[in-house]
């Protein structure tokens, strides 16, 4: 028998990882998955489950919403340097 937990429980519980924020950034520049699992050296199909769990943490409603609400909330700025992402 599982227990259920809403959305925002499960948000404070299983914050985003940095590895998701990253996913998470590359899609709000529109990158496709597949440019995104290139771009964090993954198979897309972990590039596709990290983005959606990262939306499901935030509550968000698709992959954009998400990463304004991480950006937000982490409250850092990511960079890009050699085209790798930095936090500052």
């Known amino acids: 028998m599982g227990v259920m937990v809403n959305k925002a429980q499960y948000a404070l519980q ?3 990882t940095d590895g998701e924020h990253r ?9 496709s998955t597949a440019k995104i699992a290139v771009c964090l050296f993954n198979a897309k199909g972990t ?16 992959r954009v919403d998400a990463a304004r ?3 937000h909330r982490l409250g850092s700025k990511l960079l890009r340097k050699d085209s ?5």
């Open 23 to 31: 996913a998470l950034r590359l899609a709000q520049d529109g990158k």
């Open 47 to 62: 590039a596709q489950r990290g983005l959606s769990e990262a939306i499901y943490k935030l509550g968000a409603a698709n």
């Open 84 to 88: 790798l992402l930095v936090y500052v």
């Open 14 to 16: 299983n914050s985003v």
């Open 69 to 71: 609400i991480a950006t």
